[in-house]
Structure formats: C-alpha cells, structure tokens
C-alpha cells in the first residue's frame, strides 16, 4: 500500500507540472549559485552564500542553507524564516562558523520546505 501510495502521489505532481498549475512541482530544489567566504579570526569564518530557487510561497520556500565539510558534517546553519518570491536570487550571510584546523574548503547546500537538501551545492576554498 505504501509504494502504491508514492506512486499516486508522484503521478499528481507530474501531471500539475504538465498542466503549469502552481503548486510543489512548479518550485524544484533549492540552488547554491555562489558563495564568498571570509576568515574571522580564530579559526572561525563569516560566508554570504547567494541562493536560487523559485518560492512560490509558504508552501514552498528555501528555508535554510549549511555549511559543512565534505564527510557531512554540519558547521552551521542560517536559518530562513520567510519567501524570497520576488528576491532571486538573494543573498544572506552566516557568521561565526568554526572550521576544522587543516579544512582548506567547504560546501554550502541550500534547502527548501518541500524537497529538503537541494542538488546544486559550492564548495569554496578557505584562505
């Protein structure tokens, strides 16, 4: 019952793609499109990491972005409490993010409230 379950569901959100209704499937994954990094002193960096994705609403919205290191880890988290519909893509910063002695770069994933973990992350390299 449960796969008959996924299916349906995935049939539903093919078929209001097809027919350009809005809805989950119009958004897709959040997109990492660029990210600067600066050290903080410490061992600790600052990061503004520019997002795209196209919110349709509280429904559908990049909720948050990551830092972490490539074994997964997470090393922080900017956490994003409204739409950015008529901001793309948009740009915000995360401070205060202690990097591993030796880590020489990092990745930034973008998330949004329907598809969770986007596909198109950036590593930048630490100076």
């Known amino acids: ?8 569901v995935l049939a539903g959100v093919m078929l209001g793609a097809a027919m ?24 600790t960096y600052s990061f503004s990491a520019s997002v795209a994705h196209a919110d349709t609403g509280w429904k559908h919205y990049t909720n ?9 880890k997470v090393l922080g988290t900017r956490v994003l409490f ?17 990097i591993p002695a030796g880590m020489t770069s990092v990745i930034v994933r973008a998330w949004d409230s329907v598809h969770q973990a986007g596909d198109q992350t950036y590593t930048v390299k630490l100076k």
């Open 82 to 98: 409204h739409t950015h519909v008529d901001e793309q893509p948009f740009t915000r910063s995360l401070g205060n993010v202690k």
């Open 20 to 43: 350009g209704w809005p809805g989950i499937a119009a958004a897709g994954k959040a997109s990492v499109v660029k990210v600067t990094a600066r050290s903080s002193g410490n061992g």
């Open 64 to 72: 948050k972005f990551e830092v972490l290191i490539p074994d997964g």
């Open 1 to 8: 019952m449960k796969a008959i379950g996924k299916i349906l």
